[in-house]
Nanobody
Framework: QVQLVESGGGSVQAGGSLRLSCAASGRSFSMDTMGWFRQAPGKERVFVAAISWSTAITRYADSVKGRFTISRDNAKNTVYLQMNSLKPEDTAVYYC?????????????WGQGTQVTVSS
């Protein structure tokens, strides 16, 4: 089993920044890809960004390219999402996910989510 714990959410004004963290524990060494998803009220959960441990390749949703940066700290088994130039439409619950595959279509492990609220 793999446990994922997100932190770093909060409230910020438009144009501000936040950094989310996702700490992995358990059999996290077997995970290749970790990603971030978000779900706004009344909407489906959507992909935000992902990073592959084995290739160091990153992927982003078009809506966050140039504003968000995903990174990892292997020693801490932690992945980060630096969010800059935040917009009200970034308001959502942000979820961390992990999987053994490289950029899977579905992830096996999920965190509990952390709320991000951006006010105009």
């Amino acid at each position: 089993q793999v446990q994922l714990v997100e932190s770093g959410g909060g409230s910020v004004q438009a144009g501000g920044s936040l950094r989310l963290s996702c700490a992995a524990s358990g059999r996290s060494f077997s995970m290749d890809t970790m990603g971030w998803f978000r779900q706004a009220p009344g909407k489906e959960r959507v992909f935000v960004a992902a990073i592959s441990w084995s290739t160091a390749i990153t992927r982003y949703a078009d809506s966050v390219k140039g504003r968000f940066t995903i990174s990892r700290d292997n020693a801490k088994n932690t992945v980060y999402l630096q969010m800059n130039s935040l917009k009200p439409e970034d308001t959502a619950v942000y979820y961390c996910a992990a999987d053994r595959a490289v950029f899977p279509t579905q992830y096996d492990y999920w965190g509990q989510g952390t709320q991000v609220t951006v006010s105009s």
